[in-house]
């Protein structure tokens, strides 16, 4: 009984049960196993975050971000009043993070592959994209850039995951998901 003392006053010099010794060695091979199935995941997973990432400063950062919503901007968002960017298929996307916003509101094709930029201009975010539950930690300083091809098409939520300060809950952006102009 663990409540009362070992017997001996050198136990650890004592036989390991074969109870033990078969979790030990359960425990031991599912180690293993989870081990492997990290290669496993890489090669054939379908949501392996960006292995693509640069060093940049935040100010750069913002400029390059600010030039591409100018370029594309075709409206600006009823929900969010961010500018929407609707990029040529197959370009660089860019989205920043920044106190308190995901910005700007993207209007992507479906079936189409982007290569999006994210970074954070001030502290550590989490681009989380909603509903599908796809996420990424934003840190300032440094650019992810992850190749993304959407396959729904529809509304969807950006929200901060990593609280951020008193505006978190109001860090909320979003990406439309429209048909291929090539389709129509
Ligand atoms: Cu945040």
């Not at 078969?22 to 425990?27: D, H, L, P, S, Y």
């Not at 969807?156 to 008193?166: A, D, P």
């Amino acid at each position: 009984m663990a409540i009362h003392p070992p017997e001996a006053r050198v136990w650890w010099n004592e036989r390991i049960e074969r109870g033990e010794l078969i979790w030990i060695a359960i425990a031991f091979l599912w180690g293993v196993v989870m081990f492997s199935m990290m290669v496993y995941w890489h090669l054939e997973g379908r949501q392996n975050l960006s292995t693509e990432a640069y060093r940049i400063s935040p100010d750069t950062f913002a400029e390059r971000t600010e030039k591409f919503a100018e370029k594309f901007k075709v409206r600006e968002d009823g929900d969010t009043g961010y500018p929407v960017a609707r990029p040529p298929a197959g370009g660089d996307v860019y989205m920043l993070g920044r106190l308190w916003q995901w910005w700007p509101v993207l209007e992507l094709e479906k079936g189409q592959t982007y290569r999006l930029h994210l970074s954070s201009l001030d502290w550590q975010h989490g681009f989380s994209l909603q509903p599908v539950n796809i996420n990424i930690q934003v840190h300032p300083g440094v650019e992810h850039v992850i190749t993304l091809t959407p396959t729904e098409k529809g509304t969807f939520g950006v929200v901060c995951n990593e609280f951020c300060g008193l505006g978190h809950h109001t860090m909320v952006g979003r990406i439309y998901v429209v048909d291929s102009a090539k389709t129509k």
